[in-house]
C-alpha cells in the first residue's frame, strides 16, 4: 500500500481549502494537518486577506478565526455565503466565545472547533464538511434522485458513529425499528426509514469532543444539540428530499406533551411521520449504553415506552411498539 494512501482516499483529498488566521502559528498548524489528508490548502492572515482570496480564487472549504483584526470570520462568513457556489465553512474560537460560535451557525457555518484543538479535530470537522458540500453539489446538479443521495448521506452518519462507543450503529438500530413500526401505524415504510437513516445528522455539527465530555458542554453544543433536528432538515432539503421525510426529522424531537424540540409541538400537531420515528429513535437509544447509564433490558424498554404514553409519546405509537417488540424481540439486541 503507497504511503499516501491515506491521503489519495480522504475525503479531502485533492480539496482545496482557504485557511485563515491572525495567528500565524494555528494556520501552520491547520494547514500541515489538512495537507496530511490530501488538501491543497491556502493561508491568510486575517480576514480582509481571506476575503480577497475568495474573490480571486474558487474553494471548497474555509477555515476561519471568528475574533480578527478588520473584517471578522463573521463577516467572512457573508462573503462566503454570497458566492454563487459557496464553500463550506468551519469557524475556529476561543473556548469563551459561545455566543460568537452560536451566532456563525447562525450565519450559516456548517461546523466549529475550539481553540485549542488536537488536529485531529480539525481534521474530523473539516472532512465532515466536504462529505456534506460533496453530496450537495450531487443533488444540485441532479446527478441522482434524492433517495440515493440520502442513502449515502446515512452512511456516512453510520460511519462517523461508529467512531463513538456510545453512538455506534445508534441510526441503523433506528431505521431497524422503525421500518418494523410502520405497517402497524399504516405509514409510508419506505418514507420512515429513509427518515431515520438520516434523522441525527444534524448531530454531525456537534463535536465529538463535546458530546461526553466530563464537564458541561459548551453554549454552542448545547445550542446545536437544541436545533440538530432543523439542522439535519434543513441538509436534507437541500438534497432534494421529499416534504414528509423533511418534516419527520425536523420534528422527531418533539413530544406529544409539548415539551420536546425545537418547535414545542403536541399532539396530532406533530407529523404522523416524525411521531413513529421519535418513538423508533428513544427504544433506539434506550437499547444501548451511555456515559450515565447502563443499557436498558427489554422489559425496562417496555415499562418505559408505556410510561411515557400520551406524554412523551403518542398512544398509538407506544400500543404498536410495544405490540412488534413483543413479537419480535431480537429488534432490541
Known amino acids: 500500500m503507497p504511503a499516501n494512501f491515506a491521503a489519495m482516499t480522504s475525503p479531502l483529498a485533492g480539496r482545496r481549502v482557504l485557511v485563515v488566521d491572525d495567528e500565524r502559528a494555528v494556520v501552520a498548524a491547520v494547514v500541515r494537518r489538512l495537507e496530511q489528508d490530501g488538501a491543497v490548502c491556502v493561508p491568510a492572515y486575517s480576514g480582509t486577506e481571506g476575503a480577497a482570496r475568495l474573490s480571486a480564487d ?4 474555509v477555515v476561519t478565526d471568528i475574533e480578527m483584526p478588520g473584517k471578522s470570520g463573521l463577516q467572512l462568513i457573508a462573503d462566503v455565503r454570497a458566492l454563487g457556489e459557496p464553500p463550506a465553512v468551519i469557524v475556529m474560537a476561543a473556548a469563551g466565545d459561545g455566543a460568537a460560535v452560536v451566532e456563525a451557525l447562525g450565519r450559516g457555518a456548517d461546523g466549529y472547533v475550539l481553540k485549542p484543538f488536537q488536529p485531529e479535530q480539525i481534521a474530523h470537522e473539516v472532512a465532515l464538511a466536504a462529505e456534506l458540500r460533496a453530496l450537495r453539489a450531487t443533488a444540485a446538479v ?5 433517495g ?3 442513502a449515502v448521506l446515512g452512511e456516512v452518519v453510520n460511519a462517523h458513529e461508529r467512531a463513538d462507543p456510545f ?3 445508534y441510526s441503523a438500530r433506528t431505521a431497524r425499528l422503525a421500518a418494523a413500526f410502520a405497517e402497524p401505524l399504516g405509514l409510508d415504510g419506505e418514507r420512515l426509514l429513509l427518515a431515520a437513516r438520516v434523522h441525527d445528522v444534524g448531530m454531525l455539527a456537534v463535536p465529538q469532543a463535546q458530546l461526553h465530555s466530563p464537564a458541561t458542554m459548551d453554549r454552542a453544543a448545547q445550542h446545536l444539540i437544541r ?3 432543523t439542522l439535519g432538515a434543513r441538509w436534507i432539503e437541500r438534497l432534494g428530499a421529499d416534504r414528509a421525510v423533511v418534516g419527520a426529522v425536523a420534528a422527531h424531537q418533539e413530544r406529544c406533551d409539548g415539551n420536546g424540540y425545537p418547535g414545542g409541538l403536541a399532539g396530532d400537531d406533530i407529523p404522523a411521520l416524525a411521531r413513529a420515528l421519535g418513538t423508533a429513535a428513544a427504544v433506539a437509544a434506550m437499547c444501548a449504553p451511555r456515559p450515565w447509564r447502563a443499557r436498558r433490558e427489554p422489559a425496562a424498554v417496555l415499562d418505559e415506552l408505556r410510561a411515557g404514553r400520551e406524554t412523551q409519546f403518542g398512544a398509538a405509537e407506544v400500543d404498536a411498539a410495544v405490540a412488534v417488540l413483543r413479537r419480535s424481540p431480537a429488534l432490541l439486541a
Do not use: E, K, S
Not at 58 to 61: A, K, N, P, R
Not at 142 to 146: F, H, I, S, T
Open 58 to 61: 474558487t474553494f471548497d472549504l
Open 148 to 150: 440515493p443521495i440520502l
Open 227 to 229: 436545533v440538530h433536528p
Open 142 to 146: 441532479g446527478a441522482a434522485a434524492a
Open 167 to 169: 453512538r455506534a450503529g
